[in-house]
């Protein structure tokens, strides 16, 4: 079946290290969003891309980097400048213009640090 | 700037006690307003996208409605198995790359007791 693959489902990072999360899709989706879920508060947009080789900076861009080398993958690094990476990392994609099936998101990845 | 809040942040219904959530909204030209259930620990899922005031859409016990301010996404007689975070976006109608993206609101907990 198609879907969103996170991994890993957990991750810890110490202070000082960058982390990378994964995100893959087999759904032939063209546009792939990484939000950040804080507790009492929405997700917020950290970077998003429409097309390979493109993309742009969310709200909340400041500490973290993407790539998009391929249509299904769009991998996320924490770095050590971002100041409180402890969240809920979710991976999303959209095909094309429709809004119909809305926004498939992947399991996530809960970030901590130690 | 687009804004969504979502009322009550919590909820506790009975079993089968009806009840309504509540979406306003605050966007630029709306391209579509979305409800998505959120499981702990895991991703958001899609239920319904409204494109228009007026419009309603049902799945099993929800029903989605949109008016020119605000959506409302009615549970008929609940059973445990909706308890979950109901999530609540909208998408701006923009012809920028940036109108791809989501805005969402906190949420409302729901939790249906047997």
């Known amino acids: 079946d198609g879907g969103i693959t996170q991994s890993p489902k957990y991750l810890f990072r110490k202070e000082g290290q960058n982390v990378t999360l994964s995100c893959e899709q087999n759904?032939?989706?063209?546009?792939m969003y990484w939000y950040r879920q804080d507790p009492g508060q929405g997700l917020r947009l950290i970077y998003y891309s429409q097309i390979v080789n493109d993309f742009q900076k969310g709200d909340i861009a400041e500490g973290y980097s993407v790539s998009r080398e391929k249509k299904e993958s769009f991998p996320l690094t924490v770095t050590s400048a971002q100041k409180n990476p402890t969240a809920f990392y979710l991976c999303?994609?959209?095909?094309?213009?429709?809004?119909?099936?809305?926004?498939?998101f992947g399991s996530g990845t809960r970030l901590t640090v130690v | 700037e687009d804004q969504v809040t979502q009322s009550p942040e919590a909820l506790r219904l009975q079993e089968g006690e009806s009840s309504s959530l509540n979406c306003s909204y605050t966007?630029?030209?709306?391209?579509?307003l979305f409800w998505y259930r959120q499981d702990p620990g895991k991703g958001p899922e899609f239920l319904f996208t409204?494109?228009?005031a007026g419009e309603e859409k049902e799945k099993e016990r929800l029903k989605a409605t949109l008016t020119k301010k605000e959506s409302f996404l009615h549970i008929t007689a609940p059973k445990p198995e909706d308890s979950a975070t109901y999530l609540c976006a909208v998408r701006r109608s923009s012809k920028e790359t940036s109108g791809s993206r989501l805005t969402f609101g906190e949420g409302t907990q729901l939790t249906v007791n047997p």
């Open positions: 409204l494109y228009s």
């Open positions: 966007v630029s030209g709306l391209r579509g």
């Open positions: 759904l032939n989706h063209d546009a």
């Open positions: 999303a994609s959209k095909k094309g213009q429709g809004d119909y099936y809305g926004y498939t």
